[in-house]
C-alpha cells in the first residue's frame, strides 16, 4: 500500500495541500481555510503531513498530529531546490512534499507546548538585553559629548551617572539632565524585568528534571540548561551528539574538492541564541578548568595550551553540546571521571 505524503504550505488564513504518493505523483491539490483546517484533518485518514519550518508550525504540528497524522516539518533551505517553476503556494507546497521524500533529507524538531513556553521567555529576555545594551551605549556616547567619560561596562554606568546627574560643575543643563535621568529611570527598568525573568528561568530550571540534569556539567546553569531543553528536548530527534553540534552550527565548515577536504570555521547554522549561551557557557567552564582533575577539564586545559582561546572556547562548547545529547538520551547525570597523574 502506497503512503501518501501531503505538502501542506501554511499561512496566516490560506492554507494549499498537495497529495503525493511514494512515486513522487502529485495526486490531488486543495486549498483550506484556517478555520476549516482541523475539521478537514480530523475526517482525513491517517497519512504523513509536512510543512515548511515557519512561524506556526510548532502548533499545527501539535494539532495534526492530535487528528492521528505523522508531522513533520523541515527548513527552509532544504525546500528551495526542489521548487519549480515560479514561486507559488501550490509549488510551494509541492517542494515540501517532494524534498521530504528524500531518505537523507534532514527535519526539524517539533516543539512541546512545554519547549514553546521556556523559548517564549528566552526570545523576550534576549530583546529585553539586546535593548539594554543599545540604551546603555547611547548613555555613554551622549555624556561623551559633554566631556563625560565613563568605562565600558553596565555596572560603571549605573554607577557612574547618578554622580554625573548630582555633579553641578560639569556642563549638564537643566534641560540635559531630565533627559539623562528619563534614560536613567528606563535603564533601570529593563534592569529589573530582565531580573524577573532570570528568576522565571531560574524556577523553570529547579522544576524541570531534564533542566536538573544538565546543570550537573560544567559551564550549565539554568539558563542554558533550559534553552537546550527549549531547543532539543529529551534528545530523541537527533541521532547522535555530532548530529546535535551541527544543528547548533559548532562544528568546521567545509570547501573541499578534488580528494583534497579543507576545512573552514564553524558552519554557524541553526539556533544562533542557543549556540551563543553554549559558547559563554564554554568560556565560564574554560576560564575555571585550571585547578580541576575530571577528564574534561584536563582535556581543556591541554586544548587551551596549544591553542589559542577563542578556538578552545568553541572547541569545548562542541564538546558540551555532545555531552548534553548523551546525558539526555542515556538518562543520565554528567560524570566527573578524575583524570589519574
Request: with cysteine.
Amino acid at each position: 500500500m502506497n503512503t501518501i505524503t501531503i505538502g501542506l504550505d501554511i499561512a496566516k488564513s490560506a492554507f494549499h495541500l498537495i497529495w503525493m504518493n511514494e512515486s513522487g505523483k502529485v495526486l490531488k491539490k486543495k486549498q483550506l481555510t484556517r478555520k476549516k483546517m482541523f475539521e478537514y484533518f480530523s475526517n482525513l485518514l491517517p497519512c504523513i503531513v509536512v510543512m515548511e519550518a515557519c512561524g506556526s508550525t510548532h502548533y499545527w504540528s501539535r494539532v495534526l498530529i492530535r487528528c492521528g497524522h505523522e508531522v513533520k516539518a523541515i527548513a527552509p533551505q532544504f525546500i528551495t531546490a526542489y521548487r519549480k517553476g515560479n514561486k507559488n503556494d501550490y509549488n510551494d507546497a509541492e517542494a515540501i512534499a517532494e524534498a521530504s521524500q528524500r531518505h537523507n533529507m534532514r527535519f526539524v524538531p517539533l516543539k512541546s507546548l512545554e519547549q514553546q513556553d521556556i523559548q517564549m521567555v528566552h526570545r523576550i529576555r534576549e530583546r529585553l538585553v539586546h535593548n539594554r545594551t543599545a540604551l546603555s551605549n547611547q548613555i555613554r556616547g551622549l555624556l561623551a559629548e559633554y566631556g563625560l567619560v565613563t568605562p565600558k561596562g553596565l555596572a560603571h554606568l549605573k554607577k557612574n551617572l547618578p554622580i554625573f546627574l548630582e555633579d553641578a560643575d560639569n556642563e549638564l543643563s537643566a534641560f540635559t539632565r531630565r533627559y539623562f535621568l528619563s534614560l536613567r529611570e528606563e535603564l533601570d527598568d529593563l534592569i529589573q524585568k530582565i531580573a524577573l525573568l532570570d528568576k522565571e528561568i531560574m524556577a523553570i530550571s529547579q522544576e524541570n528534571t531534564v533542566c536538573q540534569r544538565l546543570t550537573t556539567m560544567n559551564g550549565i546553569g539554568p539558563l542554558i540548561s533550559s534553552a537546550l531543553y527549549a531547543g532539543i528536548g529529551d534528545g530523541k530527534a537527533f541521532k547522535s551528539g555530532r548530529h546535535v553540534s551541527a544543528w547548533l552550527g559548532l562544528v568546521p565548515g567545509q570547501h573541499s574538492t578534488g580528494g583534497k577536504p579543507t576545512l573552514l570555521g564553524i558552519s554557524k547554522r541553526g539556533n544562533t541564541y542557543l549556540r551563543t549561551q553554549l559558547i559563554n557557557g564554554a568560556r565560564s567552564a574554560l576560564r575555571h578548568c585550571d585547578n580541576k582533575t575530571d577528564q574534561v577539564s584536563v582535556w581543556a586545559q591541554k586544548l587551551k595550551a596549544r591553542s589559542n582561546y577563542n578556538n578552545a572556547t568553541v572547541a569545548l562548547a562542541n564538546k558540551m553540546a555532545r555531552m548534553a545529547w548523551a546525558m539526555l538520551h542515556h538518562q543520565e547525570d554528567y560524570k566527573f571521571k578524575t583524570t589519574i597523574s
